[in-house]
């Protein structure tokens, strides 16, 4: 990828990496952003950071944070046994956004899906985010699946 810098999170990251994610109508009323920071999130953070089949992915423009996401790659029986690609949590920082830095970090996971074998690649955008989703078909994202959640 030229331009932005795709790189591994660090824990130094992690605490505007929480901003991004609350710093949306949606993301406002459910994260917990400043410090000092929730333990669930650095739970979290160690988790994924020791976990080799998630990776999470920040956007390091001119050495600011620029965006995030979350990879998580998923052996599957079906579809003869092909990995996938889960692309979770995408913000792109308020100052970055309208300067398709969100279609290059989508188009670098799914570069980086296919650097790992995987076969598909799968996310799932809020309803109540439009732009999201217009922004993923724009990608050749197909809405081809009615997803559900339980929250617990």
């Known amino acids: 990828m030229t331009g ?20 949306d109508a949606l993301g406002a009323t459910r ?7 929730a333990p669930a999130y650095v739970d979290a953070f160690s988790a994924i950071q020791d976990d080799p089949n998630n990776e999470l992915v920040v956007v390091d423009v001119e050495g600011k944070l620029a965006g995030v996401m979350q990879l998580t790659f ?27 830095l969100g279609g290059d970090m989508i188009r670098w996971a799914i570069e980086r899906a296919r650097q790992r074998g995987c076969g598909l690649v799968q996310l799932t955008s809020d309803k109540q985010r439009p732009d999201a989703l217009r922004f993923y078909g724009e990608l050749g994202f197909v809405a081809s699946h009615e997803g559900f959640k339980l929250k617990l």
Do not use: F, K, N
Not at 31 to 37: A, N, V
Not at 82 to 97: K, M
């Open 31 to 37: 994260e917990r952003p400043g410090e000092p920071l």
């Open 4 to 23: 932005p810098l795709c790189r591994e999170a660090s824990r130094s990251d992690l605490g505007p990496i929480v901003e991004m994610l609350a710093d």
């Open 74 to 100: 998923i052996p599957y029986l079906s579809h003869t046994g092909t990995w996938r690609c889960l692309i979770e949590g995408v913000r792109i920082a308020r100052a970055h956004r309208g300067q398709g």
